[in-house]
């Protein structure tokens, strides 16, 4: 069974589209997170949500938006895609608590190329 | 800002040699983890430090923590070519109930037959 999957994988749209990007965990985590992986392989944390509340957005244009539905679920929807976006967009989820974060688990992935 | 560098960035090593991949991070914290990222694949979890002094070993791989100094190293032994991969650091930068992990540069190792 997968633990952390994302829906697409690759992703090829256009300048100014609108796209969505999904994950779900069965981990049974409370905090997912979206982080974004530049062409040098850089990795940034965007957002991260706790039970289904937002509790970091990283300074991420307004462009993206996320959403959790349960905590099981977190997606991503960004509007009018700009050559910028394109990038490797991975989901993770943990178990994290005041004690400290937990191991993450990520997707494979969601490769979006703008055109 | 809560900063975490790696270096070298790139470390190209022949089979059988060894080497140290360092991790520093610019505040206190008492956890550090290390994750593995294969050439257009996804992040795996390799070690997680819980305390000033862990130390974890698996196969060729042994990674350390002094939280005192800032600094984790993963050492590398005999080095394989399927060691070949990016690896990642990661400190726990939570802040008043935030949780947010804070990734190193990464460190992109290919190992040469």
């Known amino acids: 069974d997968t633990a952390v999957s994302q829906t697409p994988k690759y992703l090829v749209t256009q300048m100014g589209n609108d796209k969505s990007i999904k994950c779900e965990q069965n981990l049974g985590h409370d905090t997912m997170y979206w982080y974004k992986q530049d062409s040098k392989k850089f990795l940034k944390i965007m957002f991260s949500?706790?039970?289904?509340?937002?509790?970091i957005n990283e300074t991420v244009p307004n462009r993206f938006s996320p959403k959790s539905p349960d905590k099981a679920h977190l997606n991503l929807h960004i509007n009018s895609l700009e050559l910028g976006d394109s990038a490797v967009y991975f989901c993770?989820?943990?178990?994290?608590?005041?004690?400290?974060?937990?191991?993450?688990?990520f997707g494979p992935g969601t490769r979006l190329l703008v055109l | 800002e809560l900063k975490v560098e790696q270096n070298p960035l790139f470390l190209s090593m022949q089979e059988g040699k060894n080497y140290t991949i360092y991790c520093n991070y610019s505040?206190?914290?008492?956890?550090l983890y290390w994750y593995r990222q294969d050439p257009g694949k996804s992040l795996e979890s390799l070690f997680v430090?819980?305390?000033?002094?862990a130390v974890k070993q698996e196969g060729r791989l042994m990674a350390s923590l002094d939280t005192k100094a800032r600094l984790s190293t993963l050492h590398i032994t005999a080095a394989v070519h399927d060691l070949s991969a990016t690896y990642f650091c990661a400190v726990d930068g939570s802040t008043s109930g935030t949780y947010k992990y804070i990734f190193g540069t990464g460190t992109r190792l290919k190992v040469l037959a």
């Open positions: 993770a989820s943990s178990q994290d608590s005041a004690g400290g974060l937990g191991t993450q688990y």
């Open positions: 505040t206190t914290s008492d956890r």
């Open positions: 949500y706790n039970n289904k509340e937002l509790i």
């Open positions: 430090l819980l305390s000033n002094g």
